[in-house]
């Protein structure tokens, strides 16, 4: 009788063949979280731009509407890019709920075994999950406030949610999961696909640095933001127009918005 007749016979090929659907999907959830990470440091930075002024805000608000290239604004296609990114963020979250504990029994044994083994990366681990399951609630309140107000994003608009709407709570949970859920993700990351080569005692300085930083930049924009909304309180509802743009932004303004500043204006 052949090798090959006993390892069919036996399930043997079968169970290989199924075996690596878990890795395909792992590496799925890897590629999503890694997309998602690289979302939130680039979202990050675009709020953050209140930080660099009113004017700053509002251009690169206007710019992800089109303003600057289709002559008019589209808040629409905010709402477009966050269909996108929910999306994305669901089929990670799917993927990520494999290896959730499936009940409390599993939950109490799985805390029991990082309290007795005192890992610290399966402490971090568990706090991934405390965050995602955070998330799952927070991120997708936040993304149904972008596709359903897309309009209402601006430094004044964006104000008067956080500060007159009572919702600046709302977002500092979001801030300090997100962070924390971000951070430790890219770390694991790195460790499971061992890149890009670094030691993990390096790896676990550079996600606290990380964290630390965008937590930083998260709270000033954050009190910023409280500012305004606190000063602008009077007049909720306003929104923002700059008088004037930079000149080499003015140029990509749609005719008739800004008036057209001498070139002479602005030479030495």
Not at 24 to 51: E, K, N, P
Not at 95 to 121: G, N, T
Request: proline share 5%.
């Amino acid at each position: 009788m052949s090798t090959s007749f006993l390892i069919v016979q036996s399930g043997l090929a079968e169970r290989l063949r199924k075996s690596r659907w878990p890795a395909r999907l792992d590496l799925l959830q890897s590629g999503t979280g890694l997309l998602l990470a690289i979302f939130m440091w680039g979202h990050m930075f675009f709020v953050a731009s209140i930080l660099l002024g009113e004017t700053a805000m509002w251009s690169i608000t206007r710019m992800f509407e089109g303003y600057f290239f289709l002559g008019d604004a589209h808040p629409r296609l905010v709402s477009g890019a966050a269909a996108g990114v929910l999306l994305l963020f669901v089929l990670h979250a799917l993927l990520a709920l494999r290896k959730f504990p499936a009940s409390y029994r599993q939950y109490h044994i799985l805390r029991a075994h990082i309290k007795a083994m005192r890992h610290e990366d399966s402490r971090l681990w568990i706090w991934q999950v405390y965050t995602g399951f955070a998330l799952f609630f927070l991120a997708s309140a936040h993304f149904y406030q972008m596709l359903a107000w897309p309009q209402n994003i601006g430094p004044y608009a964006s104000a008067d949610r956080v500060w007159s709407d009572g919702l600046w709570p709302f977002y500092l949970l979001m801030l300090l999961a997100v962070e924390v859920h971000g951070g430790i993700g890219l770390y694991r990351l790195a460790v499971k696909w061992n890149w890009p080569g670094l030691s993990r005692n390096f790896l676990k300085r550079l996600k606290w640095g990380l964290t630390g930083f965008f937590l930083v930049l998260g709270l000033m924009t954050l009190g910023t933001y409280m500012k305004i909304g606190f000063e602008h309180q009077a007049r909720y509802g306003e929104r923002y127009r700059p008088a004037e743009l930079p000149a080499w932004l003015e140029r990509l303004a749609p005719e008739g918005d800004f008036p057209r500043r001498d070139p002479k204006e602005d030479a030495p």
